[in-house]
């Protein structure tokens, strides 16, 4: 079965960046690529929110919040998908979950926190 492995996560200051990586096991390649794949975030108490997507062909998607600081990247060899992120602010603290948007399948999800 398909499963997702996020990684990257931890704690920075304003302004600083991370990389958020989701590996992909269990799925060959070919059909891999043919994922809509999505990084999504929740705090707790709140619903889970949509952050990035990207298509299988590349085409990118993101919330209002995070646009011109946060780009979804992907590489279909390695079956990963990125999150950079960069000028973190507090209110991006979250944990954030990876997703296969056709077949509904999330990773565990990593915790970042954005603190002075």
């Known amino acids: 079965q398909v499963q997702l492995v996020e990684s990257g996560g931890g704690s920075v200051q304003p302004g600083g960046s991370l990389r958020l990586s989701c590996a992909a096991s269990?799925?060959?390649?070919?059909?891999?690529?043919?994922?809509?794949m999505a990084w999504y975030r929740q705090v707790p108490g709140k619903q889970r929110d949509l952050v990035a997507s990207i298509t299988a062909t590349g085409s990118t998607d993101y919330a209002d919040s995070v646009k011109g600081r946060f780009a979804i990247s992907r590489d279909n060899a390695k079956k990963t998908v990125y999150l950079q992120m960069s000028s973190l602010k507090p209110e991006d603290t979250a944990v954030y979950y990876c997703?296969?948007?056709?077949?509904?399948?999330w990773g565990q999800g990593t915790q970042v926190t954005v603190a002075s």
């Open positions: 269990g799925v060959i390649s070919i059909m891999f690529n043919t994922y809509r």
């Open positions: 997703k296969i948007e056709q077949t509904g399948v």
